[in-house]
């Protein structure tokens, strides 16, 4: 006989109920069957720090969480309202779920704004802040034009740090948190892209997932259907796992669904691991968008974080 969870019904209550259990378990996990020299094994002192500011006017940086060795510091620290979105590889399709799901929490009365973590390839306000702003169906913000939606846009059409490099940038993460706080106290819900994939440098020994485990945002991750996803998918949430960070969704993002069978099998094969490993996160499908016919999505999951 089967016997269902009382919980199953309502993701977010999974989310509260599972989220401790499973934090738990990694630590407990890293604590004994990491060694003790590897890069993975948080609270070590050997870890790689996130850039600090160097002006006495900014806030202190963030402390505590996963990287600081205490769970109950990481909880304390989640910001319920700020979600950090990243894909499973550049070209998911980030841009465009950001927007999506900004233009359905809109729709469904939530005062929300999109943030861009770094952009590279550009200049003047961020190109994906537009093509948010295009999918929500308004005009750049003053926050957009300020530059407070996106800190850092550089030229160069790569990686943070080498673009960063070439143009002789140096990037503060704590100016990126500092921008996220702004738009924070401005707006009920804040949804941060990230460039590229979990593990794309931002300097050359930090890294965009170390990020996100620092400030402890809750993640929403963007698979595609392109051939290569399933590898790609199941390696970002294994590595979720091993840091312990709070996945509030995948997203699956049938674009650009060359075939059926593939894209059908990958979602049996996600929904399948997350029924093990990460039972409280759930899984939201996008349909390919053709033209400006944008659909709605359900977002009630990330509505129950507000």
């Known amino acids: 006989m089967q016997h269902r969870n009382p919980a199953r019904g309502n993701p977010q209550r999974r989310v509260r109920e599972h989220r401790d259990v499973r934090l738990w378990n990694v630590e407990f996990r890293m604590e004994k ?17 996130a850039p600090r500011c160097s002006n006495a006017a900014c806030p202190p940086p963030f402390q505590g969480g996963a990287r600081g060795g205490s769970i109950i510091n990481l909880k304390s620290k989640i910001n319920k309202v700020v979600y950090f979105v990243s894909g499973i590889d550049t070209d998911a399709g980030k841009s465009v779920v950001t927007g999506l799901l900004a233009r359905s929490l809109r729709k469904r009365g939530v005062n929300v704004i999109t943030q861009k973590f770094i952009q590279t390839g550009g200049v003047g306000i ?46 503060d993460m704590e100016r990126i948190a500092a921008s996220t706080r702004k738009l924070d106290a401005l707006y009920d819900m804040v949804l941060l892209e990230g460039a590229g994939g979990l593990y794309v440098p931002v300097t050359r020994d930090y890294f965009t997932i170390d990020y ?13 259907s392109k051939l290569g996803s399933i590898n790609h998918t199941l390696m970002s949430l294994e590595l979720c796992r091993m840091r312990g960070i709070e996945v509030a969704c995948l997203v699956y993002n049938r674009f650009p669904n060359d075939s059926e069978w ?32 944008y659909p709605d999505v359900d977002v009630s999951v990330l509505e129950g974080g507000k």
Request: some cysteine; hydrophobic content about 30%.
């Open 33 to 49: 069957t990491t060694p003790s020299n590897s890069p993975l094994h948080r609270g070590k002192d050997e870890r790689k720090k």
């Open 126 to 171: 961020s190109e994906d802040i537009l093509k948010h702003r295009e999918i929500m169906g308004i005009e750049p913000q003053p926050v957009d034009k300020d530059g407070t939606t996106c800190p850092y846009v550089m030229t160069y059409p790569a990686s943070p740090h080498l673009a960063a490099e070439i143009d002789k940038m140096t990037l």
């Open 212 to 224: 996100i485990q620092e400030h402890g945002h809750p993640l929403i991750l963007v698979a595609s």
């Open 262 to 293: 593939i894209t059908n099998d990958s979602i049996t094969i996600f929904k399948h691991y997350l029924e093990q490993y990460f039972p409280s996160t759930a899984l939201i499908e996008i349909p390919v968008v053709h033209g400006n016919d």
